[in-house]
C-alpha cells in the first residue's frame, strides 16, 4: 500500500472515530414523582378492595376548550401529564393546576371535573387500581 492510499485510510478512520462515538453511559436513574396516601385536596385514600384485583391504564386526549363531564372515581388512581396543561376541579372549588410533567394522585369518591384551558391538547396517562367488580369512573347525574 502506498503513502496516499495509507492517509486516506488514515483519515477516514480517524473521521469516523470522531463523529460516531458511542455512548457508554450506562447509569439508571429513578426519579419519585409522587408518593402519598391523599389525593390531590387532602383527603385520605380509601382502602382497597377486597376480590380479584384489576389494573386499568387509560391514555387522555383533552383537546383546547374541552370540559370533562362532572364525575367521580370509585378506586384509587394517579397519572402523569405527558403534554399540555390540565386544571381540574372538585365539587367544593378546590383546584389544581397541572403542566406537562406534573403527577396527580386523583381524587375517589368525590365529583370532580378537568378542564383543557391551554391552547394544545393534552395528553394524561392514568392508573387505576381497583377490582373486578367496581367501575373506575361514574358520572354525575
Known sequence: MDNKNLFVLFSFFVLFSCNNKVETNTEIIMVKL??????????????????QPKVTILKASIPPKAKLEMH????INAGLLL????????????????KAGDPIIELVNTFHYGVNEGKETA???VFYAGDIATPITQIKE
Open 34 to 51: 409522587a408518593e402519598s396516601t391523599q389525593s390531590w385536596n387532602g383527603d385520605t385514600l380509601p382502602n382497597y378492595p377486597e376480590g
Open 123 to 125: 395528553e394524561i396517562v
Open 72 to 75: 367521580e372515581h370509585l378506586v
Open 83 to 98: 403534554k399540555g396543561e390540565l386544571t381540574v376541579v372538585d365539587e367544593f372549588g378546590n383546584r389544581l393546576e397541572l
